[in-house]
């Protein structure tokens, strides 16, 4: 396939230029573990279920994806593995990031890679320092990781380095600015502000706590007409083997899959839209960085 670029869904161009594009939260307490995310993109985007089981020396995992190029393997968004191992992104401003010719290059689906490969969160840090990203990569991302043994970070390539930010305490929440530069994470009313006062305040780390967490965050409006916003969110209950999926920040009615059991099936590739075949109507108004102002539809 030669030298394949990374692509990952954009900051969104809204009118007032404050939906981002997605975010993640991981929680860690008493032996539990949930990681979630928000993937924020056009609502007319088409999202993927892409189920692989263990085979030839590579884990089982469940991936969010999209097919970012026809003929290649759709682009895993956020993903666990078999072994415990979950794995999301956020975008963040643009930057240059450290490229060495000497090293192996990730490809497009290089987070899938990372699960299919690594069973703890170390295995995964080593991977990302052991590759390069492509000169040409146009992925400005970070990675949150968390793995069954209670492991998690925040992976960022910053200042020409990979920098790895440990979670502090039971919960770690990143979304469009880098955790390395605290400085630039927006004031007290910004969704990362807003999600930290939520979570400092969680009691259990419980899915409909960590959904609570994800819908605060979560965005959405118009722009140019089209509809915009959180397209699809996912929490991993890395400990308990089981992914909850919600569509179109619709959070009360996920789809619930047991890893084990969709194993057993057989590797598939769905369509996300198929699986939510009621879905709810766009809401009204916008929701942006700063929270859910009152604001007309159709800005």
């Given at each position: 396939m030669g030298r394949a670029l990374l692509f990952f869904v954009a900051i969104l161009p809204a009118a007032s230029g404050v939906l981002r594009a997605c975010s993640g939260v991981t929680v860690v307490s008493g032996g539990k573990v949930l990681l979630g995310h928000n993937n924020d993109y056009r609502y007319a985007a088409e999202m993927l279920l892409r189920i692989v089981?263990?085979?030839?020396?590579?884990?089982?995992?469940?991936?969010?994806?999209?097919?970012?190029?026809?003929?290649?393997t759709p682009m895993g968004m956020t993903c666990i593995n078999d072994q415990g191992l979950a794995i999301t992104h956020a975008n963040v401003p643009k930057a240059a990031t450290p490229y060495d010719p000497d090293k192996p290059q990730f490809r497009h689906n290089f987070l899938e890679k990372i699960v299919a490969e690594s069973t703890t969160v170390k295995q995964a840090v080593a991977m990302v320092k052991a590759y390069s990203l492509p000169a040409e990569h146009g992925a400005f991302v970070h990675l949150m990781l968390a793995d069954a043994g209670g492991d998690s970070a925040v992976i960022e390539w910053v200042d020409g380095e990979v920098k790895v930010i440990p979670r502090q305490g039971s919960t770690q929440l990143m979304t469009n600015f880098l955790l390395s530069k605290p400085e630039t994470?927006?004031?007290?009313?910004?969704?990362?502000?807003?999600?930290?006062r939520m979570l400092e305040q969680?009691?259990?780390?419980?899915?409909?706590?960590?959904?609570?967490?994800?819908?605060?965050?979560?965005?959405?409006?118009?722009?140019q007409g089209e509809e915009v916003g959180t397209l699809e969110s996912v929490v991993f209950d890395v400990t308990g083997g089981k992914v909850y999926l919600y569509s179109k920040r619709d959070?009360?009615?996920?789809?619930v899959l047991d890893m084990n059991e969709v194993f057993?099936?057989?590797?598939?590739?769905?369509?996300?839209?198929?699986?939510?075949?009621?879905?709810?109507?766009?809401?009204?108004?916008?929701?942006y960085e700063d929270g859910p102002p009152a604001q007309t539809a159709g800005n």
């Open positions: 089981p263990p085979g030839d020396g590579l884990f089982g995992r469940v991936c969010i994806s999209m097919e970012t190029v026809p003929g290649w994470a927006g004031g007290p009313q910004s969704r990362y502000a807003r999600g930290v969680l009691k259990e780390p419980s899915v409909p706590a960590l959904v609570a967490v994800l819908k605060e965050i979560s965005v959405h409006g118009r722009h959070f009360d009615h996920p789809l057993a099936k057989g590797a598939r590739t769905e369509s996300y839209n198929s699986l939510f075949p009621h879905p709810v109507a766009f809401e009204t108004g916008n929701r």
